[in-house]
């Protein structure tokens, strides 16, 4: 059974950091291209950061670069999103995605950036 367990969000003030985990089971996850993404109240789902199956190539969204960095340990079967300078904006669901030939998503965390 596939599955991706976020974990990590919560409440944060602005300026604030916090670090999502999400550990993949069910599937080959060294395989697999790996990202976040994040939905707030009445915005489409946007992608935040994207990394390689072996950790050599990422990617971010204009919004996010500078402030937030994803990383990958394939032994830990884990993503993670490093989140620095935490902004309002930045309020939202985020959602683990794995992505080769098939697509998986975990339930999210909420990440709440508020004085």
């Known amino acids: 059974q596939v599955q991706l367990v976020e974990s990590g969000g919560g409440l944060v003030q602005p300026g604030g950091s916090l670090t999502l985990s999400c550990v993949a089971s069910?599937?080959?996850?060294?395989?697999?291209?790996m990202s976040w993404y994040r939905q707030a109240p009445g915005k489409e789902r946007e992608l935040v950061a994207g990394i390689g199956s072996a950790g050599r190539w990422t990617d971010y969204a204009d919004s996010v670069k500078g402030r937030f960095t994803i990383s990958r340990d394939n032994a830990k079967r884990t993503v993670y999103l490093q989140m620095n300078g935490l902004k309002p904006e930045d309020t939202a669901v985020y959602y683990c995605n794995a992505k080769s030939r098939d697509n998986y998503w975990g339930q999210g965390t909420q990440v709440t950036v508020s004085s």
């Open positions: 069910g599937f080959t996850f060294s395989m697999y291209g």
